[in-house]
């Protein structure tokens, strides 16, 4: 291999680093409004970049929500079309008294760059951005194929801008694969492809019982209480094995390959680590008679997230609240309905839900679960392009988090995806101390750069 692209990406590797500094150095929280102007400034940092070197038609496209990006260069001709997906919004950073350095802050420390989007999906959104400033300096000013690049500001809370922005403007999008690099790699220094994703839906019961906020003294034995009614309906959603209990639930679940489930037990895995060093928890917990990366890449869960409601500042009163709820979420698997299984699942807690309270089920957020073929020609140039950087083959893995655009990709655009992400399972996304180990976002922008240059190849 003598690649121009992988020459110059590796001399300017100290700038790389220090423009994903100042990238990570913006608090772009789409859950929070008052950093609505941080999102719009991380997106704004991006397209000047974007402009820098060489891409067109640049837009920052308003929503409802927040902006989108989109930016392509098409002077390919015969060529084929990559359609490139990342985010520049980041989750909130608490509890910040868990970081060992400030979240906006990247720091430094044993090879890794600590912030908070460090790897989801800053880090991985700059790779992308430094693949293509190295063809184009590379290849004296052009690429090797055409590009077309779609960032949001909305992956946190649900990305439903972009949802519908796909589905108005599918001709503009129009391609014939896509790279999305919001992954991970499965182990250090093993070049990974995720080839499935399980689907989500999200949702809020909400329980209401008397008119307002109670005395216990006065009313306790006599008034209902809507945190007693959603911790008896949550109780019975899993039975003590962890099988949901909601009926037909696992009706339409689609089990993984012989061959799927043959490559996942050659993978290096050792559960004893995964439960102390990734989880940290006495003992592991899931249905019985499933191995651990079968229950968290193709097995259907159901988990709480929180349960707002009544006193919960320190000290103590007594209070029966009027009113409690709970986030719920359902990780689902291929062939099963996110609409079938909201009729399921709202139908059920209806029926179990205690009297005396009311009950409303709010859905905030839905997307299908995917699986991606791996016989085609851009999986094959991935694989190439990774076995060149880390002169290893390439394993293919599933992951149990949900990436909704892939879906949108795959069904509503009609295209392949490439889930090429350079994480790694210790990054703590979404948790304190995240980070991006330095040399895998060194290798994701000479791995992306590979690939582009592989199928123009071809």
Known sequence: MSSNAVAYARQNQARFVNELKDL???????????????????????????????????????????????????????????????????QPPDPLDEWISPPFEPTERNNN????????????LWMQMKAFESLMQAHGGKLPLNLKVIMEGEEEVGGESIAAYIRKEGKKLKADFALVSDTELFAPNLPTLCVGLRGLVYTEIECTGAKTDLHSGMYGGAAPNPLFALI????????????????????HVKAPTKAELAAWK????????????????????????????????????????????GFTAPGAKTVIPAKASAKVSMRMVPNMDPDDIIRKYTK?????????VDVKVKILSKGEACVVGTDN???????????????????????????PI????????????????????????????????????????ESIARLFEIVAEQ
């Open 232 to 251: 008896e309906i949550i109780s019975k959603l899993k039975d003590s094995k962890g099988k949901i209990t909601i009926p037909g639930f696992y009706q």
């Open 348 to 356: 059920y807690i209806k029926k179990i839900t205690p009297k005396g």
């Open 24 to 90: 990570l150095r913006i608090p772009s929280i789409s859950t929070l409004t008052e950093h609505k102007a941080d999102v719009q400034r991380a997106a704004e940092f991006v397209a000047a970049d974007m402009k820098r070197i060489g891409l067109e038609n640049i837009e920052i496209i308003p929503t409802s929500g927040h902006p989108l990006l989109y930016a392509d260069w098409l002077h390919a001709p015969g060529k084929p079309t990559v359609l490139c997906y990342a985010h520049y919004d980041v």
């Open 377 to 403: 020609h851009y999986v094959k140039a991935a694989t190439e392009a990774m076995h060149e950087i880390f002169k290893k083959d390439t394993v293919f893995i599933r992951s149990g988090g949900s990436i």
């Open 113 to 124: 760059i600590y912030a908070r989007g460090a790897v989801d999906d800053k880090g991985q």
């Open 266 to 309: 050659k993978l290096p895995f050792k559960e004893e680590h995964f439960r102390k060093t990734e989880v940290g928890s006495k003992v592991l917990t899931g249905e019985p008679g499933y191995s651990v990366l079968y229950r968290t890449w193709a097995r259907p869960t159901l988990e709480v997230h929180g349960m707002p409601g």
């Open 406 to 445: 892939v879906g949108d990709f795959q069904n509503v655009l009609k295209i392949p995806t490439l889930m090429m992400g350079f994480g790694l399972p210790d990054d703590n996304l979404h948790a304190p101390n995240e980070k991006f180990h330095i040399p895998n976002f060194h290798r994701g922008i």
